[in-house]
């Protein structure tokens, strides 16, 4: 399995990022693909996830600013972040499948500048 994440960078406050993950090595369209993210010293978290049917979850900080959605003719989901704020600076992850046997990316960067 292999996720790989990408679209991370340095923005400004109140700017917007998508972040991609492009999946391969698994069937994607059954699995539930998520986004969490680490900010330094702090644990891995939850931000976003999308059900195989497309049903959407967020964390309480990012609703009405991040949108969660997935292609599956291209093995893909994506992480739409407008209107960002330093406290979501953190390296972003892209994840498969559900909470007992997830699959992790490597990661990508997203700093944003006050």
């Known amino acids: 399995v292999q996720l790989q994440a990408s679209g991370g960078g340095l923005v400004q406050a109140g700017g917007s990022l998508r972040l991609s993950c492009v999946a391969s090595?698994?069937?994607?369209?059954?699995?539930?693909m998520g986004w969490y993210r680490q900010a330094p010293g702090k644990q891995r978290d939850l931000v976003a996830r999308i059900t195989s049917v497309g049903m959407t979850d967020y964390v309480d900080s990012v609703k009405g600013r991040f949108t969660i959605s997935r292609d599956n003719g291209e093995n893909t989901v994506y992480l739409q972040m407008n209107n960002l704020k330093p406290e979501d600076t953190a390296v972003y992850y892209c994840?498969?499948?559900?909470?007992?046997?997830?699959?992790w990316g490597q990661g990508t960067q997203v700093t944003v500048s006050s």
């Open positions: 090595g698994i069937i994607f369209n059954i699995n539930t």
């Open positions: 994840t498969a499948g559900p909470p007992y046997a997830m699959k």
